[in-house]
């Protein structure tokens, strides 16, 4: 066991930081490249359902097939440019950019690409010897990665809403599989 060690040790020697180091980078140029994968699925739901049916919604508590498509740009966002970038937070209350407003499917699509290719972009741009800082997320102590990983599950979480509207409307979502 103690010669593996040494034989660990002297082959990591011989090794850059970079190489040792750079999963930093391979993380974020995968993460780069599912979301880019997210974001064509995540069009393609949005171009399916017909622009009379954005503002339906199955019951009264549930939001819109709109209000799901725009909560996603908002928390995308929030995620990449206010946690993680520290810029600051968008105004809910009178900041209607990123909300349905009286957006047009159309106009609500050109958000939906707009703020992907923003969020994509910022990423590229990131240092990723900051992924392992930490901060408060709705009180609990998350690292930035954590946050990438969070700004996924949200817009699969929203989408995956969005599919079942597509289903309830007698449409037929696209797959998955041709997404990934």
Avoid: C
């Avoid at 993460?31 to 994968?37: A, G, P, S, V």
């Avoid at 990423?123 to 408060?136: G, M």
């Avoid at 997320?137 to 817009?155: E, P």
């Amino acid at each position: 066991m103690r010669i593996l060690f040494v034989y660990f040790l002297f082959i990591l020697g011989f090794l850059s930081p970079q190489q040792v180091l750079g999963q930093d980078q391979v993380y974020v140029d995968q993460y780069l490249e599912r979301l880019e994968q997210s974001k064509k699925y995540l069009i393609t739901v949005a171009e399916l359902m017909p622009e009379e049916e954005y503002h339906y919604q199955p019951t009264e508590a549930s939001m819109t097939f709109a209000e799901h498509l725009m909560h996603i740009t908002w928390a995308m966002d929030w995620h990449s440019q206010s946690l993680i970038g520290d810029r600051p937070a968008r105004d809910w209350e009178t900041d209607n950019l990123l909300k349905v407003a009286n957006k047009s499917k159309k106009e609500m699509i050109a958000t939906v690409i707009r703020t992907f290719d923003n969020t994509i972009s910022f990423i590229k741009n990131f240092n990723p010897d900051r992924l392992d800082e930490r901060l408060d997320y709705f009180g609990q102590n998350r690292s930035k990665r954590q946050i990438l990983m969070l700004l996924s599950d949200h817009v699969t979480h929203h989408r995956a809403q969005m599919l079942v509207y597509l289903r309830l409307k007698g449409l037929q979502p696209p797959r998955y599989v041709l997404h990934q």
